[in-house]
């Protein structure tokens, strides 16, 4: 190897390349290898464009909401996925929707996983009755279903008021005990680590630790602690939301299956108003759920041998 | 040893059922919302019935259901209550209290989830044990990838999906309700396959959304099991291969499945509590949906008080039955 290597270098500095491939190469390489995280990721990039595209070409501020054109047409050229009973273009109601849906799932998981980095932190990195306290509360919450207390939260709001955003806080309130949990069970083993003891040996203080030599080495955790967050939010929200919970003015994906429900969509033979959010939202599940296995073969190389 | 454990499980048990109890108990009186004025509101819209001395009725209302009293007092019978199995009255059915109601709901629901969670569990498991299965035909290992998918997708989808394909262009099966409209509720071979045809696809998608999540767990643990001493042992001792699939494979890679099944309870409750919804089952769901929908605040408060009391019994139960599965486990203090 050294020496054919010794030799091209000499004749050829493009073979060097082939040697020590970039990191691009590297990349595309082993994405080649981790299908999943490929596929996930594909699904999502074809989402964003569909909304991207659809805000800058379709008046989405005012299509998207009732009265806006005829009701109930099926798809047709003019309106592609047809519109519902309320007079809204449900290419629209898509475009908004998805939209609206991934705002919620991106902010329940950056609070869930980012209230779950911290506490999973100091309860692993300082231990004692800060631990016995967090671990207390994180095993008591975590049986019951965070559903049901949702359901009652956004019960007591008056519904009128809900928007995108209280329905974003209101589903991460109970969505930081997951991630709390497992950021502890990584902490204490890398703690034990010999790198960290090297680092303290060195002189870094507990701070320098934690940020320095922990928090990189838990990146691929917290990513998929944070993919799996965004999940958990738009499935909560999408549950409260079909419940008739959501807020009801926003064409949210869950909010336009509420209302093609309570308008009785299949039998009336209005199949389009349903079909397309419950496809889209279907997409939506997959795809964050191939990534969440695609990021799980990145961390843990170990579920490759299995394969 | 045993017993010590059994302890901590029933303190652990109880503490999350007054956990839930409390938040249920202080989340609504923290808001501003006030159930029984909402409720008159929601009459007086309707049906005109307006009476100008509301505010006195709804004093009075709230004396009848003890709101009146201090916080602290409320709470303290509330919980008496939940321990006495009282769950208050429903607003909306005034007469009838909460418990009665989720008792005229529960058999609907129980036997969908009772019979779906069966059938998930023994498939996927038997899918799952299958796939990591050395012998077994390559089909089964390439069906994985699909389970994978469809366990993402939340039960309800895909029961509307199912109601589109199945029920409105096929018109195979009824696209929603527990029986065919005009039919009452009786014991009769006709109505029992009546309502049996109109649970098919909750049940299929209830289904197909959980066998995923056995098929999985079952698989890793059946990877893990492979290499163990015994199952080369009982192979090089002779054994017929279908022995060693049931007697050593399955036997050992089923026991933490059990406990996943603890796990499991809360997330089939509420998937199956949303499709009964959709598909218009007079089961919890049914009656959740349609409390929320008339604001009957004392019915969600109950049913979630319920459904979280009998996951942490059912939890419990397992716990009980794990040591008769597993033999091991006796003998160790935990």
């Known amino acids: ?307 | 040893m045993r017993l010590g454990y059994l302890v901590r499980r029933i303190v652990f048990l109880l503490a999350v059922v007054w956990v839930a109890a409390t938040i249920v108990f202080f989340i609504p009186r923290l808001s501003a919302r006030n159930p029984i004025r909402e409720r008159f509101a929601e009459i007086a819209r309707s049906t005109g019935f307006a009476p100008k001395d509301l505010d006195q009725i709804i004093a009075a209302y709230e004396v009848k259901f003890g709101l009146d009293k201090p916080l602290l007092e409320q709470y303290v019978e509330y919980m008496g209550g939940v321990i006495r199995g009282d769950l208050g009255p429903s607003l909306t059915r005034y007469p009838k209290t909460v418990l009665e109601l989720i008792f005229s709901a529960l058999p609907w629901t129980i036997v969908l989830l009772m019979l779906t969670t069966l059938i998930a569990f023994a498939l996927g498991n038997l899918l799952g044990a299958l796939a990591s299965w050395p012998r077994s035909p390559r089909f089964v290992k390439g069906l994985m990838a699909p389970l994978m998918m469809l366990q993402a997708v939340p039960a309800y989808l895909l029961g509307l999906l199912l109601i589109f394909f199945i029920a409105f262009r096929l018109k195979l099966l009824p696209m929603g309700g527990a029986y065919s409209q005009g039919v009452t509720p009786s014991l009769t071979l006709e109505f029992i396959l009546d309502a049996a045809r109109h649970q098919v696809l909750p049940a299929i998608s209830l289904i197909l959304a959980s066998l995923g999540f056995w098929a999985l767990g079952m698989r890793g643990m059946g990877i893990t099991i492979q290499g163990e001493d015994y199952v080369n042992f009982a192979e090089h001792k002779g054994l017929h291969p279908r022995t060693i699939f049931t007697q050593y494979y399955v036997r050992n890679a089923l026991l933490p499945q059990v406990t996943g099944l603890a796990l499991a309870f809360g997330s089939v409750i509420v998937s199956g509590v949303l499709v009964e919804q959709l598909y218009g089952l007079p089961g919890l769901g049914g009656l959740l949906g349609d409390a929320i929908l008339k604001n009957d605040y004392f019915i969600i408060y109950g049913i979630t008080l319920f459904v979280i009391l009998s996951i942490a019994i059912l939890m419990f139960l397992v716990d009980l039955v794990y040591p008769l599965l597993d033999p091991r486990i006796r003998y160790e203090s935990r």
Not at chain 1, 43 to 55: A, H, M, Q, R, Y
Not at chain 1, 98 to 119: F, K, R, S
Not at chain 1, 144 to 162: E, H, M, N, T, Y
Request: no cysteine.
């Open chain 1, 1 to 307: 190897m050294t020496q054919t290597a010794a030799v091209e270098l000499q004749r050829d500095a493009r073979q060097t390349r082939y040697e020590h491939p970039s990191r691009w190469t590297l990349t595309v390489r082993y994405l080649r290898r981790n299908k999943s995280l490929v596929l996930g990721l594909a699904i999502v990039i074809g989402l964003t464009l569909f909304t991207v595209v659809g805000s800058l070409t379709i008046d989405t501020e005012r299509r998207a909401y009732p009265l806006a054109v005829k009701p109930k047409q099926p798809p047709s050229a003019e309106y592609p996925l047809g519109t519902d009973f309320f007079g809204r273009d449900m290419l629209a109601v898509m475009v908004r929707g998805i939209w609206q849906t991934a705002v919620i799932g991106l902010i329940a998981g950056a609070i869930g996983t980012g209230v779950g980095v911290i506490l999973g932190f100091l309860s692993a990195y300082y231990g004692g009755a800060v631990d016995t306290v967090i671990r207390a509360i994180t095993e008591v919450l975590l049986p019951i279903p965070a559903f049901l207390i949702l359901v009652i939260i956004a019960g007591s709001i008056d519904r009128r008021s809900v928007t995108i955003y209280t329905m974003a806080v209101i589903v991460s309130l109970l969505a930081w005990m997951g991630p709390t949990r497992i950021m502890r069970a990584q902490v204490l083993t890398l703690k034990e680590r010999m790198f960290i003891n090297v680092a303290r040996l060195s002189g870094m203080s507990n701070l320098e630790i934690v940020f320095k030599e922990i928090l990189p080495n838990m990146l691929p955790f917290i990513l998929a602690s944070f993919v799996s967050g965004v999940f958990a939010g738009i499935f909560a929200s999408f549950g409260l939301s079909v419940l008739g919970l959501g807020p009801l003015r926003e064409p949210l994906i869950g909010n336009t299956i509420w209302f093609a429900q309570q308008q009785a969509a299949f039998f009336n033979g209005w199949w389009w108003w349903p079909l397309w959010p419950s496809l889209a939202l279907v997409l939506i599940f997959v795809s964050l759920t191939l990534i969440n296995v695609g990021l799980d073969e990145l961390a843990n190389p170990r579920v490759r041998r299995t394969e």
